[in-house]
């Protein structure tokens, strides 16, 4: 099944130690997002690609950075990780392009949730 | 600053009745508009998507939109206890499909 796909699934890492998180998809979608979801609050867009467009959110911190070496995958980087980086991180992946309805519909992966100590 | 508006429940339901969640939002250019159920510790699952002023039907579920007071709602017929989740609204802002969510409504069905 086409899907999107995030590893690990759980991350823990210390304070200060950079942390690289995985995204990869089979929907062969030319946008990909991440967004970061803290408990009980809606999800945040940090960045997005549009192909290899890389578009960067006003109020996403410089600790935040982005790679998508091709179409299937899209990292996260986190610098240094604070313990106000400790959230849920989401792939989402969209077809834009596609006519009507479809090209906006975006589909995520089911997550990383990172813990920082 | 374009925003999405959602009463933060919880919505406490019986198990057979109808949940109305319901959503506004302040961007008028916003076209789509988008309905995900978020189980606790789980990633967002798109239920509804609605485009145009009305109601779309799929199953139980109803999405209405009225774009000129720009609210939208979602309507769970039948609710059953695994309808229990955050139902978060987003609607479409700007070229790059950029999604503005609401906070999300927090259902409880009880038996």
């Known amino acids: 099944d086409a899907m999107v796909i995030q590893n690990p699934r759980y991350q823990v890492t210390q304070f200060g130690k950079p942390v690289t998180l995985s995204c990869s998809q089979t929907l062969n979608h030319n946008v990909m997002y991440w967004y970061q979801q803290k408990s009980s609050q809606a999800p945040k867009l940090l960045f997005h690609?549009?192909?290899?467009?890389?578009?960067n959110e006003a109020d996403t911190p410089d600790n935040f950075q982005s790679r998508r070496p091709n179409t299937s995958f899209c990292f996260l980087d986190i610098r240094s990780p604070g313990l106000g980086d400790a959230a849920m991180y989401l792939c989402a992946t969209s077809r834009k392009g596609l006519a009507g309805a479809e090209g906006e519909t975006q589909y995520f992966g089911p997550g990383t949730r990172l813990l920082v100590l | 600053q374009k925003e999405v508006e959602q009463n933060s429940g919880p919505l406490s339901v019986p198990e057979g009745a109808i949940a109305s969640l319901n959503c506004t939002y302040s961007?008028?250019?916003?076209?789509?508009f988008f309905w995900y159920r978020q189980y606790s510790g789980k990633s967002p699952e798109l239920i509804m998507s609605?485009?145009?002023?009305g109601d779309k039907e799929d199953g139980r579920f109803t999405a209405q939109l009225n774009k000129a007071s720009q609210y939208v709602s979602l309507l769970i017929r039948d609710s059953q206890p695994s309808d229990s989740a955050t139902y978060l609204c987003a609607a479409l802002s700007g070229g790059y499909n950029k999604l503005i969510f609401g906070a999300g409504t927090r259902l409880a069905v009880h038996p």
């Open positions: 961007d008028r250019g916003s076209q789509s």
């Open positions: 690609y549009y192909d290899k467009d890389f578009n």
């Open positions: 609605i485009y145009s002023n």
